[in-house]
């Protein structure tokens, strides 16, 4: 089954706090983790993406954790700034095809 | 470099035209991607172009959805009758896939589609 869950819908979080998106997927087959961030108006863009033979990857204030026994993973913004306010989504793949989640709308308050 | 670039950037249709939209990818991506993504929602894979195989066409809603890559580059996604449902973002996106299991993609800014 290629059936992606993404929670939560939509987030606001204070300035300087941590967001915290999860990703739920079922097919054991996939092996790539990858987090996309999108603005108004503009296409998605890669922001971190994670392999399986790890269980967590940091870039800057951006972090994956995964899961692979419980089949989840990930992305935490820490000091979460309003710059970050954009739509997030994850899109696991095994293949040339990635499966996109619904997105969660990250709303950061100053 | 230059990214994916798509045009038109916005474009109005009455009910019942024929609409074509074009992406022009990264040079030297071999890979090419349609999606779709209605107002405040997700991301509706389309058609997928890899070198000089044949498309996955997996995606596409209906028979009014055509899509063609010309010379391994620039593609037009072709709709047939507009209909008002047809109304949406449509997102090109291109890739290089040159490193094993390398799969990301880099997205144009869309065409806003408007069905009157």
């Known amino acids: 089954q290629q059936q992606v869950k993404q929670s939560p819908q939509s987030l606001i979080v204070q300035k300087g706090g941590i967001s915290i998106i999860n990703c739920a997927y079922e097919n054991t087959a996939f092996d790539y983790f990858p987090w996309y961030q999108q603005f108004p108006g503009k296409g998605p863009a890669l922001l971190i993406a994670i392999r399986p033979d790890v269980s967590e990857k940091k870039e800057g204030r951006f972090t994956i954790s995964f899961n692979k026994s419980a089949k989840q993973f990930s992305l935490h913004i820490m000091d979460s700034q309003p710059g970050d306010s954009a739509t997030y989504f994850c899109?696991?793949?095994?293949?040339?095809?990635?499966?996109w989640g619904a997105g969660t709308k990250l709303i950061i308050k100053p | 470099g230059a990214g994916v670039s798509q045009s038109p950037s916005n474009k109005v249709t009455e009910k019942g035209k024929d609409v074509e939209l074009r992406c022009d990818p990264i040079?030297?991506?071999?890979?090419l991607y349609w999606y779709r993504q209605s107002l405040g929602q997700g991301l509706e894979f389309l058609i997928y172009?890899?070198?000089?195989?044949?498309?996955?066409k997996s995606g596409l809603p209906s028979d009014r959805f055509s899509a063609e890559r010309t010379g391994g580059s620039v593609s037009t996604l072709t709709i047939q009758r507009t209909q008002q449902e047809d109304s949406a973002v449509y997102l090109c996106?291109?890739?290089?896939?040159?490193?094993?299991?390398?799969?990301?993609?880099?997205f144009g800014p869309g065409t806003r589609l408007t069905v009157t």
């Open positions: 172009f890899q070198g000089n195989s044949a498309p996955d």
């Open positions: 996106a291109s890739s290089s896939q040159q490193v094993w299991n390398s799969y990301e993609q880099y």
């Open positions: 040079s030297g991506h071999t890979a």
């Open positions: 899109a696991p793949s095994g293949n040339y095809q990635l499966i």
